[in-house]
Nanobody, 116 residues
Framework: QVQLVESGGGLVQTGGSLRLSCVASGSVFRINDMGWYRQAPGKQRELVAS???????DYADSVKGRCSISRDNVKNAVYLQMNSLKPEDTAVYYCNARNPFLYNYWGQGTQVTVSS
């Protein structure tokens, strides 16, 4: 099993920045890709950004140019730097880790609220 613990969410004004962190523990050797998803009230969970074990990244169109994902394979951590935040970025953000068999592990989520 893999456990994921997120931190770094909070309340920020429009245009502000936040950095989300996620640390994995347990059977971390099973982790391949990592990423961040978000879910706003009444909406489906959606991918924000992902990063492979080799460092290749992918971003949702809505956050391109404003967010940056990175990972530290030694610390088994993944980070999401979010800049120029908008009210529509308000959501619960979930850390995700995937093993080579495409099984998904999820964190408990951290709330990000952007006030206008």
């Amino acid at each position: 099993q893999v456990q994921l613990v997120e931190s770094g969410g909070g309340l920020v004004q429009t245009g502000g920045s936040l950095r989300l962190s996620c640390v994995a523990s347990g059977s971390v050797f099973r982790i391949n890709d990592m990423g961040w998803y978000r879910q706003a009230p009444g909406k489906q969970r959606e991918l924000v950004a992902s990063i492979t074990s080799g460092g290749s990244t992918d971003y949702a169109d809505s956050v391109k140019g404003r967010c940056s994902i990175s990972r530290d394979n030694v610390k088994n951590a993944v980070y999401l730097q979010m800049n120029s935040l908008k009210p529509e970025d308000t959501a619960v953000y979930y850390c995700n880790a995937r093993n080579p068999f495409l099984y998904n592990y999820w964190g408990q989520g951290t709330q990000v609220t952007v006030s206008s």
